[in-house]
Nanobody, 129 residues
Framework: HVQLVESGGGSVQAGNSLQLTCTVS????????LGWFRRAPGKEKEGVAA???????YYAPSLRDRFTISKDNRDYTLYLRFSTLKPEDTAMYYC????????????????????????WGQGTQVTVS
């Protein structure tokens, strides 16, 4: 039973940095992907970043310069660090897991595809003003 719990969201001022944490448990796959997604008010859920078992990283091109994904393989903790936050980054942020066969599924070359992820956390809100 895979469980994901996000933390670290909050209200921040534009230009500041923030780090989200996702604690993952119950993964029993030899290969898997862990990703971050977000849903802004009135918009579809979109991929932000993902990392596979071999530590290959995948980013939405428009976010690559400001967002960094990382994971600690010792305790299955996933991180997303933002720099230079903007008001348009306001959204609910979710971490998710997918059983993989190597590379993570992406849209348009590098954007993680939310339809390929099977397990989701409850989300953590980030509000930038």
């Amino acid at each position: 039973h895979v469980q994901l719990v996000e933390s670290g969201g909050g209200s921040v001022q534009a230009g500041n940095s923030l780090q989200l944490t996702c604690t993952v448990s119950g993964i029993r796959y030899n290969a898997y992907c862990l990703g971050w997604f977000r849903r802004a008010p009135g918009k579809e859920k979109e991929g932000v970043a993902a990392v596979d078992t071999e530590d290959r990283q995948y980013y939405a091109p428009s976010l690559r310069d400001r967002f960094t994904i990382s994971k600690d393989n010792r305790d299955y903790t996933l991180y997303l660090r933002f720099s230079t936050l903007k008001p348009e980054d306001t959204a609910m942020y979710y971490c998710a897991a997918a059983a993989g066969s190597g590379y993570c599924s992406v849209l348009g070359g590098s954007t993680p595809d939310p339809d390929e992820y099977h397990f989701w956390g409850q989300g953590t809100q980030v509000t930038v003003s």
